[in-house]
């Protein structure tokens, strides 16, 4: 039985519709929604939650429908769903242990009984080691808290009560890329050891990718892919998905149905196989290789040489453990992203030769999305 169903979901404010027939399901683990913003992530999540209604679909949890389908909504508070909003949203007056104990009085409460002082400080304690903190933090008040531990106990929070689903509603996006990292590791084992299924938003590729055990890609209030985080990457639906997811490049191509495909790289090997005629090709940063000829003349004419394609360096950001290079092929408007490692980054204006390695992502077609 799947923790969430979404059926054809439909959520609309004023005359924009911001969800166009949404379906999802979620068996367990933790699920990414990733889009961009304005997407319709958040109305989704909040939908699911309860704080939103739709103007059509169905959503079932646990195989029971809470609002749609003929059924009486249910109310948020009794659809066992955990919320973790951003910025963690913790009571600023209250100290972790009753920030964490929150949920529990109101969630027996339904159960007509009620946690003794031991039994819920013994499940503040069990909170505090599911998201890995010192049972030394429970007293503390959340300004007293770096931002990933306010964002644990938020999540000890929303898990406190057993929840069967839990929301996060791009619960990282304040903290720094470190902390961001360390804290959704974290958060994730916790989700994992208390066995609760996810639902996780997210703006961001890496953190989808890394956490995530399905993900899908939104766009305009639509589902574009889902898949595990392998096959949105490695075989992404369309080529709208492949620039999202990866920041490929899409240049048009021809090919005769042979396995490889013409455009301004040159011949280019095919992953699939395609029917002769146009294609959009999705070159990914990684794939394109950057050298700096010996001599100016290397480069000195447009057109492929042995070494490569001639082009010039728009730009590049250094990252510290390497850089991306935005490049322009000559006698082409097309901008093509490259990766190169931090010892070889070219500046801008230089002029330098492109190769590209391994296969290439194709889909049929003659304009980029």
């Not at 503390?140 to 931002?147: Q, T």
């Not at 509603?169 to 902390?179: I, K, M, R, T, W």
């Not at 589902?223 to 490695?234: A, E, K, S």
């Amino acid at each position: 039985m799947s923790a969430l169903e979404v059926l054809g979901l439909r959520v609309c404010f004023g005359h924009h519709e911001v969800l166009r027939g949404v379906d999802l399901r979620v068996q367990d683990g933790v699920t990414a929604v990733l889009g961009s913003s304005g997407c319709g992530k958040s109305p989704l999540l909040r939908t699911i939650a309860g704080f939103v209604e739709p103007t059509g679909g169905e959503v079932r949890l646990g195989g029971r429908p809470v609002v749609g389908g003929g059924a009486r909504p249910v109310p948020p508070r009794r659809r066992s769903i955990g919320y973790v909003p951003q910025e963690g949203a913790l009571f600023p007056h209250l100290d972790v242990a009753a920030n964490i104990a929150f949920g529990l009085s109101r969630a027996t409460r339904t159960q007509r009984s009620a946690l003794g002082g031991r039994q819920a400080q013994d499940r503040v304690a069990a909170m505090l080691d599911l998201v890995e903190l010192p049972h030394h933090l429970a007293s503390r008040h959340p300004h007293e808290l770096s931002g990933g531990q306010q964002q644990r106990v938020a999540v000890a929070r929303a898990l406190a009560p057993g929840p069967d689903l839990v929301l996060l509603d791009e619960p990282f996006s304040s903290l720094d890329a470190g902390l961001r990292e360390e804290t959704g590791r974290a958060v994730v084992r916790a989700l994992r050891a208390a066995g609760a299924a996810a639902l996780l938003v997210t703006h961001d590729q890496g953190e989808a990718l890394s956490l995530a055990d399905q993900v899908a890609v939104m766009a305009q209030g639509r589902f574009l892919q889902v898949d595990t985080p392998l096959g949105v990457y490695l075989e992404p639906a369309d080529a709208a998905v492949a620039t999202f997811l990866g920041h490929a490049a899409v240049v048009p191509g021809m090919t005769n149905g042979g396995g490889t495909a013409s455009c301004l790289l040159g011949p280019l090997p095919l992953k699939g196989e395609h029917a002769a005629g146009p294609l959009l090709l999705a070159i990914r940063p990684e794939q394109v290789e950057v050298t700096r000829p010996e001599t100016r003349e290397d480069v000195g004419d447009a057109g492929s040489t042995t070494e490569g394609v001639p082009a010039t360096v728009i730009d590049a950001s250094f990252f510290g453990h390497d850089a991306t290079v935005r490049v322009q092929v000559d006698g082409h408007p097309e901008v093509l992203t490259a990766r190169t490692p931090a010892d070889s980054v070219p500046q801008s204006g230089d002029r330098v030769l492109l190769q590209v390695t391994g296969e290439v992502l194709a889909f049929a077609g003659e304009v980029a999305p």
